[in-house]
């Protein structure tokens, strides 16, 4: 006598949309978890016609990819939806920004070309800001570490304590000066050296934390307070510049 | 004057904490007003921590209610965990508000609602964080007056060396009418400095100023009296109650947290007090008389709720909610309204009868049926007349029977252990109930894959209840009771592995019961607690009972009396109890009267179907019952379909 909910189906998907969205400010500290949820919930605000999965318990079909830590902002984020009725992509995009706090921004919406999406992100760009660490300081890090074929880091991870290299990942990182104009240095005299970190995505996946404690174990580099990290994009990897290329150029019409 | 944030400051230190988002606000629906457009300027405490305290109806009720008004501003505060209060302290980082992060010491008021007693240690954290003195009387003009409402402040004795003030009862009335004395104190220059506030408030007869008040004690050790020590200041001050819920269809614009907390749905209070008479349940005794929010109103709430939320569950909230009036019409108009949008509708409803069931069917149309709960409270016919809880064992067959046939899988029931006169006997006869449960929906489903969950916790006795004067059960007995009924329901061969059992222990339930039912002799217990560490006590990975124990030896030395004192003696009629000038529209006699016919056995009927039995609530509050039906129904949504979004 197993009950089965009554009626038609859910409607099926039409159209895929590929969402680019920032994590900023105080809303960095927000886990993937409550992204989901606040994400969710934007898009029932919004009123998107979601497509749901079959079932007493439908879910709206929504894919994740590859999502930052908590505590690291970001300018690159990706979300791949599934809707029941076609929609403008820039509507949805604004409607969706609107809905979702300040910090959650939604910055582009595009239709699903052929191709996986997560397969694009190779790799990802970051910043990362040391407060209080001079620029001489981290270059000798940074050429202390790239010297070394590999640089065993551990992190707790859902199956216990593991140790992996940190250093195969890394396609380049550079240490550069607080870029002029954009703070006031002659105020704050407070050094602060910006590293630009260019990983590969692996398994495990090398973060900009593990960097920073390879960091560390090479070079005894210990910021005085917690850098603060973001990331700048994630996309193919370009292996003769080493830079990253924006995913989406292959949906754009 | 501007208030600086502290989230500069603090910022630095959420890289280190667990769960950083609860610290950085920012929900949906919160609000953060200009500080110097504000005279009156209230921090809203729930003192747990924030997945407990974000989703409370009360705080979000007050917020938006005081953030309504013209110059009066409300942000929130909640516990922080003890990572996050040792790196505040390194740093010099004060108790914040998660709205505007400013220092909770810059507020006029901090208002602190109190669900359970358990959050008192908390209290004393956030105070002593925030830089505010802990006990009332250290403090000066220049800090914020310490408000406590809530189910606990009925008897605020235990933390009054720790409060300004008190407020029993409904707060949404009683937190503008504060707010007004406030704003005049002000404007008039403060007259009498914090005193003279304190006494304009005291003087409503509304508020509940433990300073004002002198308690004298027998050599036994019991109160003499408590007597104002002040002109002007009442001998007993009321609670407060808000007689038509359609004015305050609140909170309009719940907050919709990123953090997980452990209500991920909007609620919706449809109606407020309960008149069943279970004894045991000072909830029902204090929110009385019942209060219904009408059908249109429950309709307007939801529908704006969930387009101002995105929440995909609703919950129809209050003490009993298969008792309003006009439910099976909400439940179908809602289930109509809002069929194929996928939105969850609940009722927790716990009452024991195939109506509930039809209900739960109604609101679960073409949802999933795993659960349902009912509460027989008791487990044998003659302890459920004990506590005025009228259900057969009959009764609840019938139910399960009706409950499992619709396609319900689970079934969870809900018992109490130490009740008054309860033998071990009583408490074995809950094993029999489950295996007849069980048999039954076997039975009615033709399989062996259906499941009941046994749940079952330590009585303990509160104030302004028929059992106020009963004795609690040790929690060596509690354990021992517990434990027999555990190896009956496991040596059941039968039906055992289809049987749950939960139950937590009976420790827990004895510092509940002290705090409960102390007086002003416990706050150097809570101090003590504190002082040695005490958090969290409604956790129990944080909680300590030796910690209480020990605390208690010191703190109640000299007095004449210990914890046992407090909690497993019973009281006479002639005592006087430490919250009788707590006025909660309650008869003490007929409350005695009831506790006798509950020894033996006699049972009380609801008033909102039979003849008024005079439990004193409506004469003395001049209130009375406001319930339906409207014979108004709801009528259909014009659903709006996003045609923005289409191409």
């Not at chain 2, 046994?454 to 021992?480: M, N, R």
Request: hydrophobic content about 40%.
């Amino acid at each position: 006598m197993a009950r089965t909910p009554e009626g038609p189906p859910p409607p099926p998907a039409v159209q895929r949309l590929r969402l680019r969205y920032a994590k900023r400010g105080r809303l960095r500290f927000s886990s993937h978890r409550d992204f989901q949820r606040a994400f969710e919930r934007a898009l029932r605000r919004a009123d998107v016609p979601m497509a749901y999965s079959a079932g007493f318990s439908p879910h709206p079909k929504v894919s994740y990819a590859n999502a930052a830590a908590t505590g690291v902002a970001s300018e690159a984020e990706y979300v791949e939806i599934a809707v029941a009725r076609r929609c403008d992509p820039e509507l949805v995009r604004a409607a969706l920004d609107a809905s979702l706090p300040p910090g959650l921004d939604v910055i582009e919406v595009v239709e699903a070309g052929p191709g996986s999406l997560v397969d694009r992100l190779e790799a990802s760009v970051y910043e990362i800001r040391l407060s209080g660490v001079d620029l001489s300081t981290a270059r000798a890090a940074v050429i202390a570490f790239l010297e070394q074929p590999e640089v065993m880091v551990e992190r707790m991870t859902k199956n216990g304590l593991r140790s992996f290299d940190a250093r195969a990942a890394v396609v380049a990182l550079r240490a550069t000066p607080e870029e002029a104009g954009l703070s006031v240095e002659s105020v704050d005299p407070a050094p602060c050296a910006i590293l630009r970190l260019v990983v590969r995505h692996t398994m495990p996946a090398v973060r900009p934390d593990d960097v920073l404690v390879a960091l560390r174990r090479v070079a005894d580099l210990a910021p005085p307070v917690p850098p603060s990290v973001t990331r700048l994009a994630q996309g193919p990897l370009d292996t003769a510049t080493d830079d990253v290329a924006d995913p989406l150029v292959p949906d754009r019409p | 004057m501007a208030v600086e944030s502290v989230f500069p400051r603090l910022e630095a230190l959420l890289p280190l904490v667990q769960k950083p988002i609860q610290y950085v606000g920012g929900e949906l629906n919160a609000r953060t007003k200009d500080w110097d457009a504000c005279d009156v300027r209230w921090a809203l405490m729930y003192p747990d921590a924030y997945e407990v305290g974000l989703p409370n109806q009360g705080v979000q009720i007050l917020y938006e209610v005081l953030n309504e008004q013209a110059g009066v501003l409300a942000e929130r505060t909640y516990s922080v965990w003890p990572d996050l209060e040792a790196l505040m302290r390194e740093h010099g980082v004060p108790q914040f508000t998660v709205d505007g992060h400013r220092p909770v010491s810059a507020f006029d008021v901090l208002g602190v609602s109190f669900s359970t007693e358990l959050g008192y240690t908390n209290l004393l954290t956030a105070l002593d964080l925030a830089g505010i003195p802990l006990e009332a009387r250290d403090r000066t003009d220049e800090h914020p007056i310490v408000l406590v409402g809530g189910h606990a402040a009925f008897n605020p004795e235990p933390i009054s060396d720790f409060v300004d003030a008190a407020i029993v009862g409904d707060g949404e009335q009683a937190v503008l009418l504060t707010s007004q004395l406030i704003r005049a104190w002000k404007n008039e220059g403060r007259p009498g400095g914090r005193e003279g506030l304190l006494l304009s408030l005291a003087k409503t007869g509304g508020v509940y100023v433990p300073a004002f008040y002198d308690v004298d004690y027998l050599p036994d050790g019991r109160i003499q009296r408590v007597a104002p020590n002040r002109p002007g200041v009442p001998w007993r001050v009321s609670k407060h109650t808000v007689m038509d819920l359609d004015e305050w269809p609140y909170p309009k614009t719940p907050l919709v947290p990123l953090a997980e907390t452990v209500h991920e749905r909007m609620s919706v209070e449809i109606f407020r007090g309960c008149t069943r008479g279970c004894r045991f349940c000072q909830a029902g005794m204090i929110t009385r008389p019942v209060r219904e929010r009408s059908i249109t109103g429950i309709a307007a709430m939801v529908e704006q709720g969930l387009a101002a939320t995105g929440f995909e569950e609703v919950g129809l909230l209050s003490l009993s909610s298969a008792d309003h009036s006009e439910i099976a019409e909400v439940a179908k108009g809602l289930a109509d309204r809002y069929e194929g949008t996928n939105t969850g509708l609940s009722l927790p409803s716990t009452r024991v009868d195939a109506f509930n069931i039809d209900l739960a069917n109604e609101l679960s149309r073409n949802g999933r049926r795993s659960g349902l709960t009912f509460a027989p409270e008791g487990g044998s016919e003659r302890i459920r007349k004990v506590i005025n809880k009228m259900v057969t064992e009959q009764d609840l067959i019938n139910t399960v029977t009706a409950a499992y046939g619709a396609g319900w899988r689970q079934v969870k029931l809900y018992f109490m252990c130490g009740l008054p006169t309860e033998t071990d006997e009583d408490v074995l006869q809950i094993a029999q109930l489950a295996r007849e449960v069980i048999r039954t929906g076997r039975k009615v489903t033709g399989t062996r894959d259906i499941r009941c969950t046994v749940s079952i916790g330590g009585f303990v006795p509160k104030p302004h209840t028929p059992f106020q004067w009963a004795a609690q059960l040790d929690h060596e007995s509690t354990d021992a009771r517990l434990a027999k009924l555990r190896d009956a329901i496991r040596g059941d061969r039968e039906v055992g592995k289809s049987i749950g059992f939960r139950y937590h222990d009976g420790r827990p339930g004895i510092v509940e019961g002290l705090l409960s039912r102390g007086d002003r002799r416990i706050g150097k217990v809570i101090r003590a607690v504190w002082a040695n560490g005490g958090r969290f006590d409604g956790w129990s990975e944080h909680f300590s009972f030796d910690r209480w124990m020990a605390a208690a030896e010191v703190g109640l030395a000299g007095t004449g009396v210990d914890v046992d004192w407090y909690t497993t003696r019973e009281r006479e009629y002639a005592e006087v109890l430490p919250w009788d000038h707590i006025d909660s529209g309650l008869d003490k006699d007929w409350l005695w009267e009831d506790w006798q016919d509950s020894v033996g056995g006699g049972e009380v009927e609801d008033c909102r179907w039979t003849p008024c039995y005079d439990c004193g609530v409506c004469p003395q509050l001049d209130t009375e019952i406001q319930i339906g039906p409207t014979g108004v129904t709801m009528l259909p949504l014009t659903v709006v379909s996003s045609p923005v979004l289409a191409r």
